[in-house]
């Protein structure tokens, strides 16, 4: 029997469209609000533009105006079925939302989803989680799809481990820093914490029992952009918490 870690359904493919014209590919996930259902991404990925520069992504200065997402097909696990999703509305304002307080410069954003019959969500808010300790120099996983790629379509699990204090983020320092070598692709990526057997918990306390136990960690954007070929590889991940915040707040982007 194959067993598939319900992380992995977590994870979806996206792809950055104009009209008919393929610009980029990255990652997505589900989360859920109520009935209400939501694509987390970057915001660089629907905007097609640096969030920190404000400059066109691509060469042809074009930004999508519509996603081809991967969702999982009801029924079939491992299979995907794509959905297009307009960018913005027809008067040309974007559809997704943005953080209430700090808009852009936190690259992530919410886009609101149809609840479709021939698909599977698997919102990661509704995933076994616990409080498992967030420390600097532990492990995490980023599940996303370099350049596209996937088993069975499924996503990549690429290890890193927290490069700075996780704790000082959102309240000081807006993103942590993670220690991998990411690759294209992967912008939007899921970031989870895994532990095995014995797990160690907020407030240093000890859990026995449970085979596996995880918790949500934020939301990839990407690595520090560098010309230098022995930079530090450090990525740039959004804190959990600020994940709700821009699905509850509901702040169309002003872009």
Do not use: C
Request: proline share 7%.
């Amino acid at each position: 029997m194959i067993v598939i870690d319900q992380y992995s359904l977590g994870a979806l493919p996206i792809e950055m469209y104009f009209n008919d014209t393929l610009l980029s590919q990255g990652t997505g996930f589900v989360w859920i609000d109520g009935d209400s259902f939501f694509l987390i991404t970057n915001w660089h990925n629907v905007s097609g533009r640096n969030p920190n520069t404000g400059k066109h992504l691509s060469p042809t200065a074009a930004e999508p105006n519509r996603l081809r997402i991967w969702f999982n097909t009801k029924g079939e696990m491992g299979n995907k079925t794509a959905k297009f999703i307009p960018l913005r509305a027809d008067t040309g304002e974007p559809a997704w939302f943005v953080h209430p307080e700090h808009g852009r410069n936190v690259d992530v954003v919410a886009l609101a989803l149809t609840a479709f019959a021939d698909v599977e969500m698997y919102p990661i808010k509704e995933m076994e989680s616990s409080n498992l300790q967030l420390s600097v120099g532990m492990d995490v996983y980023v599940l996303g799809y370099p350049y596209g790629l996937a088993g069975a379509g499924l996503p990549v699990w690429k290890r890193g481990s927290f490069a700075t204090e996780p704790g000082i983020s959102p309240a000081i320092q807006l993103h942590m820093f993670i220690d991998t070598a990411s690759r294209p692709g992967m912008s939007g990526s899921p970031v989870i914490r895994r532990s095995w057997s014995t797990h160690l918990l907020e407030q240093n306390a000890i859990e026995m029992g449970a085979p596996v136990a995880t918790r949500f960690v934020g939301v990839y954007s990407g690595r520090m952009s560098s010309s230098d070929p022995l930079d530090a590889q450090l990525g740039i991940a959004w804190p959990a918490s600020l994940v709700p915040e821009i699905v509850s707040g509901r702040k169309h982007d002003d872009t």
